[in-house]
Nanobody
Framework: DVRLVESGGGLAQAGGSLTLSCVVS????????VAWFRQAPGKEREEGSC????????YYGDFVKGRFTISTNNAESTAYLHLNTLKPADTAVYYC????????????????????????WGQGTQVAVAS
C-alpha cells in the first residue's frame, strides 16, 4: 500500500519556523512528484509547492512565495516543507500528496500542477501559529 505520513506540525509563535515532513512508502520515490497543500477551517484548499524528484523541478504556489521552501531526501523517501517567518494566517492543516513525476513534469508548468489530480494523500498535520 502507498502511504504518505506527515509530521512536524504543532504550535508556533508568529515569526517562528517549523519543518514539516512527509514520509512516503509503497512507491519508488524518485519516480514521483510530491506537493504540499494546506486548508484552513472554512476555507478552500491552497496550493503550496511541488517538486518533481526525477529532475528537481520545483513549482511554487501562492502561500509559499518568499517564506516557505520545499525539499526532498530521496534516500529517505521524504519530502519537507520548511516554514519560516510564520504568521497566524498560516494556521491550517498541511497535506502532502504524490503523483507520477512524468505527468507532473509534463503538465505542471504555469500553475498547472495545482489543479492536477493527485493520486495519493497523507492525513495532514496541523499547524497553529499564535500571535
Amino acid at each position: 500500500d502507498v502511504r504518505l505520513v506527515e509530521s512536524g506540525g504543532g504550535l508556533a509563535q508568529a515569526g517562528g519556523s517549523l519543518t514539516l515532513s512527509c514520509v512516503v512508502s509503497g512507491i519508488t520515490f524518485y519516480d514521483y512528484a510530491v506537493a504540499w497543500f494546506r486548508q484552513a477551517p472554512g476555507k478552500e484548499r491552497e496550493e503550496g509547492s511541488c517538486i518533481v524528484n526525477e529532475d528537481g523541478t520545483i513549482y511554487y504556489g501562492d502561500f509559499v512565495k518568499g517564506r516557505f521552501t520545499i525539499s526532498t531526501n530521496n534516500a529517505e523517501s521524504t519530502a519537507y516543507l520548511h516554514l519560516n517567518t510564520l504568521k497566524p494566517a498560516d494556521t491550517a492543516v498541511y497535506y502532502c500528496a504524490s503523483s507520477w513525476g512524468r505527468t507532473v513534469a509534463e503538465k505542471g508548468g504555469d500553475g498547472g500542477w495545482s489543479s492536477l489530480y493527485w493520486d495519493y494523500w497523507g492525513q495532514g498535520t496541523q499547524v497553529a501559529v499564535a500571535s
